[in-house]
């Protein structure tokens, strides 16, 4: 069994920061692409940021400049650095993993259970 936990959610005021963790437990061999998602209430749950285990990086286009991936793959961890935060930043933010959890096994999509990012203006 293969777990993402979160954690770093919270309150902070409009142009704070906030830094979200997220570490990978349990059979985990590898982990390919991994990453966050947001979801606003109301809303569908969209692409934040993904990094590759190749190192490559994607950002969803509103948080290009302030948002900040990064991965630690001798700890199954990714983190996400989120600076001069919005109100439109709020959402419950959920890690995203492809894991193989051996050798034989082929890759898996792993979620999170989320955690709260609230931007006050």
């Known amino acids: 069994q293969v777990q993402l936990v979160e954690s770093g959610g919270g309150f902070v005021q409009a142009g704070g920061s906030l830094r979200l963790f997220c570490a990978a437990s349990?059979?985990?061999?590898?982990?390919?692409?991994i990453g966050w998602y947001r979801q606003a209430s109301g809303k569908q749950r969209d692409l934040v940021a993904t990094?590759?285990?190749?190192?490559?990086?994607l950002y969803k286009d509103s948080v290009k400049g302030r948002f900040t991936i990064s991965r630690d793959s001798a700890k199954n961890t990714v983190y996400l650095q989120k600076n001069s935060l919005k109100p439109e930043d709020t959402a419950v933010y959920y890690c995203?993993?492809?894991?193989?959890?051996?050798?034989?096994?082929?890759?898996?999509?792993?979620w999170g259970q989320g955690t709260l990012v609230t931007v006050s203006s």
């Open positions: 995203n993993a492809e894991i193989r959890s051996s050798l034989i096994d082929g890759y898996h999509e792993v």
């Open positions: 349990g059979r985990v061999f590898r982990i390919n692409d």
């Open positions: 990094i590759t285990s190749g190192g490559s990086i």
